[in-house]
């Protein structure tokens, strides 16, 4: 590896690159909410999306996580959002 590569990763690391700011709060807790009604819909879709409902859910915990939710709680919030609609 030459130092012309060295230097292109290592500037990457410097902010000089296009990585996202963290999310606000109030940005992640609209997102999670949005994804839980988009879940409960392909929930009750006609077809089975099962690789789009698998991403969503992944996506939902993670959020989930990153407000500080417990695993049981993303989950009554997911079976909660899936009733709604029901």
């Given at each position: 590896?030459?130092?012309?590569?060295?230097?292109d990763?290592?500037?990457?690391?410097?902010?000089q690159?296009?990585?996202?700011?963290?999310r606000?709060?109030?940005?992640?807790t609209a997102?999670?909410?949005?994804?839980?009604?988009?879940?409960a819909?392909?929930?009750?879709?006609?077809?089975d999306?099962r690789?789009?409902?698998?991403?969503?859910?992944?996506?939902?915990?993670?959020?989930?996580?990153?407000?500080?939710?417990?695993?049981?709680?993303?989950?009554?919030?997911?079976?909660?959002?899936?009733?709604k609609?029901?």
């Amino acid at each position: 590896m030459d130092m012309k590569n060295i230097n292109d990763i290592v500037k990457g690391y410097n902010g000089q690159s296009n990585i996202e700011k963290p999310r606000s709060i109030q940005s992640v807790t609209a997102r999670y909410y949005k994804e839980l009604d988009q879940y409960a819909d392909l929930m009750h879709a006609k077809v089975d999306p099962r690789e789009q409902r698998v991403m969503l859910y992944a996506e939902i915990k993670v959020l989930g996580w990153m407000l500080g939710k417990a695993d049981n709680t993303i989950t009554q919030d997911i079976d909660a959002a899936c009733k709604k609609l029901g």
